[in-house]
């Protein structure tokens, strides 16, 4: 069969990953239409704007848009590739929630044609793009899936997991190596041709599931290797030993590279992702199951580090700076930072002045706090006894604090070390 060229590809899921996908292959001057069922971020980004926080993201869909090469609906359309970006969240239980995926592989059913190539870049547990072959199969009988019929398949499915580092996306997108994988070995080579339109990385080729894996290891590994470090910090916090120095004097050896400790693991990655590799096996993870339960009692500890000073100043009036889950980023998901304050407010006896400068308001699980106001961080500064920095966001570098030798402080990152 002759392959169609990529002249026009849809992107499903305009977050973190879609909108700099879709606005980097638009720039390559590739056709894109964007999809999301957000209904203010579709109207906003065929505006030119931008509802998330990236470095350089505004000028470049800008441009794209004022091109006419990206646009945004909230179904899909017919085109040559399909690329799915949209978030694989965990249940309660810690069970990877395919809700998202599941929609949006179901909604390409009425547009997909012979020829046409599925990507997912979703995270998610092995097996789920096979999975996305047989569901599509399922609502398409009339063609034929990579899951079925292998490389001899009207459709080819792959799945090439996202590798970008908030902050560094677009520089990370273009550069990075990519894991291509496909359901067939024909899925993973037509995916890579499509990537090379857009990406200088290399594109290392394998198979769906392997690739899943390696996209859940790389994950799962950083958030072992952040456990260490905060256990750490637990433990020189008990002997009165500065966690800091004690990790940069032990980096000194030349094969140790201990990472940073700070208020626990945030983000929509990292502190998910490991759970997906402990659902596929349960019975033989202890150590990444330890490490995410090692990151997640950060925030509690910190909280008490924090009441333990305010009952020994005998006050209440503290400066929360930061709430995102890292530094100069908007994203609040599974932030360490709110579950840090929130664990402060539950008390109700406390002041405590948060300031973000990404938020306009306060999360919704601190709103209509008693003693909980988002506030300035000249405001926060004057007013408290305590100072707690959260995120090292580059407003906060800036602070000295022997500017102010009568607050106490607590700085969980780092920053003033
Ligand atoms: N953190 C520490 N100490 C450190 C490093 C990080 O406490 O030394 C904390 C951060 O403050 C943050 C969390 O860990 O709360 C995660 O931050 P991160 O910068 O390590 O990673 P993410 O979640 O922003 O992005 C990760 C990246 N994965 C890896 O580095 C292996 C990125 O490449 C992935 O594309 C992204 O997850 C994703 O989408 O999966």
Known sequence: MTLHAFNKICVLGLGYVGLPTAAVFASRGVDVLGVDIDQRAVALINDGKVHIVEPDLDILVKGAVAAGKLRAKTIPETADAFIIAVPTPFTDGKKPDL??????????????????????????????????????????????????????ADIQIAHSPERVLPGRVLIELVRNDRVVGGVSPRCAKRAAQLYRIA??????????????????SENAYRDVNIAFANELSLVCDALDIDAWEAIRLANRHPRVNILNPGPGVGGHCIAVDPWFIVDSAPDITPLIKAARGVNDSKPAHIANSVRDAARGKGTASIACLGLAYKADIDDLRES??????????????????????????LPGPLQNQPG?????????????????????????????????????????RGLWK
């Open 199 to 216: 990406i200088e990385g290399e594109c290392l080729l394998s198979s769906a599931r392997t690739a899943e894996l390696v996209k859940l």
């Open 336 to 361: 360490p930072a709110v579950a840090v304050v929130v664990d402060l407010a539950r008390s109700g006896d406390l002041t405590l002045n948060v300031v973000e400068p990404y938020c306009q308001e």
């Open 99 to 152: 809700s998202y995926v599941k929609a949006a592989v179901e909604s390409l059913a009425p547009v997909v044609k012979k020829g046409d190539l599925v990507i997912i870049e979703s995270t998610c547990p092995v097996g789920t793009t096979d999975q996305a072959s047989g569901w599509l199969a399922a609502a398409r009988p009339d063609l034929s899936f990579p899951d079925g019929a292998g490389d001899a």
């Open 372 to 412: 909980v106001t988002l506030t300035s961080l000249e405001t926060a500064l004057q007013t408290c006894d305590i100072i707690v920095l959260l995120t090292d966001h580059t407003p906060f570098r800036d602070m000295v604090p022997d500017d102010y030798p009568d607050k106490t402080i607590l700085d969980t």
